[in-house]
C-alpha cells in the first residue's frame, strides 16, 4: 500500500512536530488527558442511561436522566476536538490503520444511536416511564455494544499500526 504523501506534508507542519516533541505541559499527554476526559463523559453518561434503561437502578427515575445528553454532547465535542490534534500529530499511525476506520465507524454508530434515543424516548413527555423503557432497551442494547467497540477498537489503535511515521513501518 502507498502511503500518500499529504501524510508526511502533516507530519512536517510545525503543529504536528509540536504536538509531538513539545516538552511543554500542554504537548501531546496534555491533549491525550483530555481525550480521555471527553470520552468518559460522553461514554460514562451514556452508560449511565443506557443501563437505567436496561433495568439497573430501577428506582431512579428516568426522565431526569435527560440532563445527561448535555454530559455527552460536551464530550463528544471535547473528542472530536481533541482527537483532530491527535491525528494531527500522527496522521500515518492513524489513517494506514484499518482499526481507526472501525473506531469512527462504532462512534458513527452509537452518536447516531444517542440522538436517537434522545429524540424518541427522552423527547417524547408523554411517555410513561414504563413506556420510555419499552422503546429504549434495543437502542440501550446498542448503544452499549457500539461505545464499547469503539472503546476497545480505540485501544487497539496502538498495538495494530502498521506504520509510525511516513515512511516508517511499525516495530522497524
Not at 14 to 23: A, K, M, P, V
Not at 92 to 103: E, H
Amino acid at each position: 500500500m502507498a502511503v500518500p504523501e499529504i501524510f508526511n506534508t502533516i507530519e512536517q507542519s510545525g503543529i504536528s512536530r509540536w504536538l509531538r516533541e513539545s516538552q511543554s505541559l500542554f504537548g501531546f499527554y496534555f491533549i491525550l488527558l483530555f481525550h480521555t476526559i471527553g470520552m468518559s463523559l460522553v461514554v460514562g453518561a451514556n452508560a449511565v442511561v443506557d443501563l437505567r434503561i436496561l433495568g439497573v437502578a430501577s428506582d431512579i427515575p428516568l426522565r431526569p436522566l435527560k440532563r445527561l445528553f448535555g454530559i455527552m454532547w460536551a464530550g463528544l465535542g471535547i473528542n472530536v476536538a481533541t482527537g483532530l490534534l491527535l491525528l494531527t500529530a500522527y496522521p500515518t499511525k492513524a489513517l494506514t490503520n484499518p482499526d481507526f476506520y472501525v473506531k469512527l465507524s462504532f462512534i458513527g454508530l452509537a452518536v447516531f444511536t444517542m440522538r436517537k434515543m434522545n429524540i424518541q424516548v427522552f423527547g417524547d413527555a408523554s411517555l410513561s416511564e414504563a413506556a420510555m423503557v419499552a422503546k429504549g432497551k434495543i437502542m440501550a442494547r446498542w448503544s452499549l455494544v457500539f461505545w464499547i467497540g469503539a472503546v476497545g477498537a480505540g485501544r487497539l489503535l496502538s498495538e495494530t499500526s502498521r506504520y509510525f511515521f511516513y515512511g516508517h513501518p511499525a516495530g522497524g
